[in-house]
């Protein structure tokens, strides 16, 4: 009976320490994710002002493209400010999933219409695409970021 009970507790912390690692790995990587979405929006902002290398504005709006895809992964359940680990997401991702999916679906849609424009060489209509892929991040973090 004693001995049950002990092992019952030995498996309780074992999961409850998981967890938590759990969570420390999960906002690192979504961490991790948001700045390479930074890296390659400064990529292109530097491109845009400076040589504007079509190859280089294909490979950054691209990568943003891909990137826009697997940003609704990065928020699993349990990864947010009541995890206790340190994160600047706000408990709204999960509590207003609606609101968060519309703000994921706003950068979606305006990075691949970025992508499209990278693909066509034409700095003009990348810079435009770029503002307004830049507008649906603020929409987000805006909403969604602690400050
Ligand atoms: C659908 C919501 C959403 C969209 C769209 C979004 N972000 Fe974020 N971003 C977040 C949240 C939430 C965090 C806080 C993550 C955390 O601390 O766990 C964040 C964090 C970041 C960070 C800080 C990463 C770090 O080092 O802690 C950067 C940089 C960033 N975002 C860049 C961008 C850029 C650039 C875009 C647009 C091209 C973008 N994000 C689009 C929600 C979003």
Redesign the pocket.
């Given at each position: 009976m004693k001995r049950a009970l002990v092992a019952g507790l030995v498996v309780a912390l074992a999961a409850g320490s998981a967890l938590a690692w759990d969570a420390a790995s999960d906002?690192k990587a979504?961490?991790a994710g948001?700045?390479q979405?930074?890296g390659n929006?400064k990529g292109l902002y530097d491109t845009l002002s400076g040589d504007k290398n079509p190859a280089k504005l294909k490979e950054y709006a691209a990568n943003?493209q891909r990137l826009s895809g697997q940003?609704p992964s990065w928020f699993p359940a349990g990864s947010g400010p009541s995890s206790g680990e340190k994160?600047?997401?706000?408990a709204a991702?999960w509590t207003d999933p609606a609101g968060?999916k519309a703000?994921?679906d706003a950068?979606k849609t305006e990075a691949a219409k970025l992508n499209a424009a990278a693909q066509t060489g034409d700095a003009a209509k990348v810079q435009a695409a770029f503002v307004a892929?830049?507008g649906?991040?603020k929409?987000?973090?805006d909403k969604?970021?602690a400050k």
């Amino acid at each position: 009976m004693k001995r049950a009970l002990v092992a019952g507790l030995v498996v309780a912390l074992a999961a409850g320490s998981a967890l938590a690692w759990d969570a420390a790995s999960d906002i690192k990587a979504r961490q991790a994710g948001m700045k390479q979405i930074g890296g390659n929006m400064k990529g292109l902002y530097d491109t845009l002002s400076g040589d504007k290398n079509p190859a280089k504005l294909k490979e950054y709006a691209a990568n943003i493209q891909r990137l826009s895809g697997q940003l609704p992964s990065w928020f699993p359940a349990g990864s947010g400010p009541s995890s206790g680990e340190k994160t600047k997401a706000l408990a709204a991702v999960w509590t207003d999933p609606a609101g968060f999916k519309a703000a994921g679906d706003a950068f979606k849609t305006e990075a691949a219409k970025l992508n499209a424009a990278a693909q066509t060489g034409d700095a003009a209509k990348v810079q435009a695409a770029f503002v307004a892929t830049r507008g649906t991040c603020k929409g987000c973090h805006d909403k969604y970021q602690a400050k």
